[in-house]
């Protein structure tokens, strides 16, 4: 992976840092898609600052189309 798409995936780990047990884990990137794997965490301070793996998708999703145009796709597999 290069630089452009590795500093979206460090501010998508900043975003749910707070969560206990979150995990974000590229997995590689074949044909435009980036596969990552995610675990939301929990966070028994803010319940709802806890993105959903839909929601890490969007998010992920906008931030590579303005840094990595050529990420087309983000696919989300499951930590558990």
């Known amino acids: 992976m290069d630089e452009k798409v ?3 995936l460090k501010t998508l ?3 749910v840092d707070d969560n206990e047990g979150a995990l974000v884990e590229p997995l590689g990137m074949e044909n ?3 596969r990552v794997r995610y675990f939301e965490g929990t966070n028994a301070e803010c319940p709802e ?3 959903n793996p839909q929601a890490f998708k969007e998010m ?3 931030m590579l189309k303005v840094q ?3 990420v087309t796709e983000v696919e989300i ?3 558990r």
Do not use: D, N
């Open 6 to 8: 590795e500093l979206v």
């Open 13 to 15: 780990r900043m975003t």
């Open 32 to 34: 435009g898609v980036l």
């Open 49 to 51: 600052c806890v993105l």
């Open 60 to 62: 992920a999703e906008a």
């Open 68 to 70: 990595a145009p050529y």
């Open 77 to 79: 597999l499951p930590a």
